[in-house]
Nanobody
Framework: QVQLVESGGGLVQAGGSLRLSCAAS????????MGWYRQVPGKQRELVAS???????NYADSVKGRFTIFRDNAKNTVYLQMDSLKPEDTAVYYC??????????????WGQGTPVTVSS
């Protein structure tokens, strides 16, 4: 019904920047919150940043001041601008969205993940 497709991951040197994109498509009535999570092998998936349909953004302490999340509601797309990247930011990044496909059916969806590698 709903697909989240991420792009923008890759390899970058420490101190560099990347921008991740996540486009939602399919049967979409309304998208509530959107966000980015990341996961490294052997650890739990953790929230990086989230943005509601209206209101303030939320960031993990480890990325505050370096990452910026923003969205284009007309395109059903969320972005994560990552600056001043550090090796510890290396992970697979997953897009997440809470999507209402009709007035009584809302649920979370995940993207397939995009890897980010930061070399020292």
């Amino acid at each position: 019904q709903v697909q989240l497709v991420e792009s923008g991951g890759g390899l970058v040197q420490a101190g560099g920047s990347l921008r991740l994109s996540c486009a939602a498509s399919g049967r979409i009535r309304f998208i509530n919150s959107m966000g980015w999570y990341r996961q490294v092998p052997g650890k739990q998936r953790e929230l990086v940043a989230s943005i509601p349909s209206g209101g303030s953004t939320n960031y993990a302490d480890s990325v505050k001041g370096r990452f910026t999340i923003f969205r284009d509601n007309a395109k059903n797309t969320v972005y994560l601008q990552m600056d001043s990247l550090k090796p510890e930011d290396t992970a697979v990044y997953y897009c997440n969205a809470f999507v209402w496909v009709d007035i009584s059916d809302g649920r979370q969806y995940w993207g397939q993940g995009t890897p980010v590698t930061v070399s020292s």
